[in-house]
């Protein structure tokens, strides 16, 4: 059984993972950390080299939802060679913590964003960015794992002090519970609370628009200006994103980040747990619904439907809540039509091999 190493500590391996480890597979493999996803290949760390890897062919061969392929953040089991200029990924070791969004478009199915994130930053930026309804839905995806999520409104430069406070009360007012802070990369204002926010060993990840200052801050926190950023002109902002893949980065403090690509849709997935921990107040308020299932939309007495008649809940919040849930029924059922259907094709393709070979 492989013990914990230093190196591997560092990376944020623990006991967690470690009894998540087939004790069978272990002996001639060797622990190691996804950092980046190209095309058809990964970039993995054992603490001491950074290695290119490819899938054993059993994965690529069984894989049946993108769930069961590697992603930055994934700890994983690999053969290494070539004295550690090549590798090979065996398994996935079981997942902490997981983001996920629905892919963009039509398609129904997983994307992955990252794994074993401990922490989550939602990057928005106070400009013309800001967007109530955009956050709840970043904090759907995100509280459907055990992540902590803390909000960092970008570019406080552009605004007063006192529209800063204002905008900050606002989300608090909505979300009590929720670290919000404000920061600026031109004038470095407010990096100081999030360098100390850091730990070693920790895992985080920027999420947000595309153009929110993501790569920005990340700079800004390696203290060199190492990724590319994007120069924004007023009008075309759209389309162009500086950031095209994901990475994990080691910052000297030994805290690790993940920058990833501004996304234009967040589609949600099966969210129950992300809607109820997201909308506490709404959570709270169905306690007093007459029905056990009150679905909050047409129903009698219902307490949620009378507090935002009263004005106890804003109307806008509501229909973000009541948007999400239906959404994530639908992609729900879409999905496992889907995985029926692509089981039964899986079916057909084995009797026609077993057919052709008994031929
Ligand atoms: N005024 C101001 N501009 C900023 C700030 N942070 C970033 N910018 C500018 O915003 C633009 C986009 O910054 P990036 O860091 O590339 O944004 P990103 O979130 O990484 O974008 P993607 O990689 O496309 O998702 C750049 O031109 C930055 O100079 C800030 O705090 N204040
Ligand atoms: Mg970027
Ligand atoms: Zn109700």
Redesign the pocket.
Known sequence: MNIITHNIKELGFDEWFHDKVDADNSEELELARVIAVHKDSYMITNGESDVLAELVGKIIYSTASPLDYPTVGDWVLANFYDENTFSIIHEIIQRKSLLKRKAPGKKIDFQLIAANIDVAFI?Q?L?DNFNMRRLERYLVMINESDIKPIVLL?????LSPVEVTERIEEIKKLMPHLDVMS?????DSGLKNIQDLLNSGTTYC?L????????????NLIGEPI??????REKDRKG?????HRELIMLDCGAMVI????MRELGNFSTDAGLDETFADITELSINCQFNDCTHVVEKDCAVLSAVENGKLPEKRYQNYIKMHKESIYNEMSYLEKRHKDKQLGKLIKSVMKHKKNK
């Open positions: 990057v930026s400009d970008s570019k406080s430069d552009l920061f600026s990369n031109e004038n920027l947000g628009s595309s153009g929110v200052g993501k790569t920005s801050l990340l700079n990724f590319k950023t994007k120069q924004v162009r994103h500086a950031t095209t920058d990833t690509p501004g």
